[in-house]
């Protein structure tokens, strides 16, 4: 079985400043480890997703996650938010050879202050 | 983008009536799926399709049956609303390509059902 954990539901952050939104797994195989972005009013979007490749993962719009399997994390970060980046973020995980669906976090809204 | 729509996009129905959501794709992939998403909740899994008329329960799955008669459209049915299912209701589609069984999902633009 696996889960996830999104450490907090609310992030605030100015524009400009880092964004650090955290992700924590757990699974008994290797997993395969994705992030969302839902704006406002619309369906989910994959930002990016870790399949075992490289540990350090970039996305779309200057995101970046690492795979941390010590800490069992794979936290998001973007060195510099822009207002755009105000959104509902899922983290969501599979495990490979195994079940193929998805257990997703809670979700963690980013809220951008001028 | 995955061509996915969802219909209706709004909906306002009175407790007790059946209610049908339909979800539409063009990709042609294998995998079909129904969420809700509940303030608080995140995205939870009702049911979900391997197949045309293959299909399985999630963890909210109770009040909720689904067809799936063709590999484009999956459809999620109240048999009796009630206003605790008052929510949005995302379809999503995914493809699981030779062994790789990461399942990178897409997502529909959400249908908001309010049960009054």
């Known amino acids: 079985a696996q889960s996830v954990t999104q450490l907090g539901s609310h992030v605030s952050v100015s524009e400009g400043a880092l964004v650090l939104l955290r992700c924590n797994y757990s699974?008994?195989?290797?997993?395969?480890l994705f992030w969302y972005v839902q704006y406002p009013n619309q369906g989910l979007q994959l930002l990016l997703k870790?399949?075992?490749?490289?540990?350090l993962v970039k996305g779309i719009n200057g995101f970046e996650a690492e795979f941390k399997k010590s800490e069992t994390s794979f936290h998001l970060t973007k060195p510099s938010a822009h207002m755009s980046d105000a959104a509902e973020y899922f983290c969501?995980?599979?495990?490979?050879?195994?079940?193929?669906?998805?257990?997703f976090g809670r979700g963690t809204s980013l809220i951008v202050h001028p | 983008d995955a061509g996915i729509t969802q219909s209706p996009r709004h909906k306002v129905t009175e407790t007790g009536t059946p209610v049908t959501l339909r979800c539409h794709q063009t990709?042609?992939?294998?995998?079909m799926y129904w969420y809700r998403q509940d303030p608080g909740h995140g995205l939870r899994l009702i049911h979900y399709?391997?197949?045309?008329?293959?299909?399985d329960k999630g963890e909210v799955s109770d009040g909720y049956s689904v067809s799936r008669s063709k590999t484009e459209d999956f459809l999620l049915t109240l048999e009796s609303a009630t206003s605790s299912q008052t929510s949005v209701y995302f379809c999503?589609?995914?493809?699981?390509?030779?062994?790789?069984?990461?399942?990178?999902?897409?997502f529909g633009p959400g249908t908001r059902l309010t049960v009054l």
């Open positions: 999503a589609i995914s493809a699981l390509e030779g062994q790789t069984s990461y399942n990178e999902q897409f």
């Open positions: 699974s008994s195989v290797p997993p395969y």
């Open positions: 870790y399949t075992s490749a490289a540990t």
């Open positions: 969501a995980v599979t495990l490979s050879g195994g079940s193929y669906i998805p257990t």
């Open positions: 990709e042609n992939h294998r995998y």
């Open positions: 399709s391997y197949g045309v008329k293959d299909t």
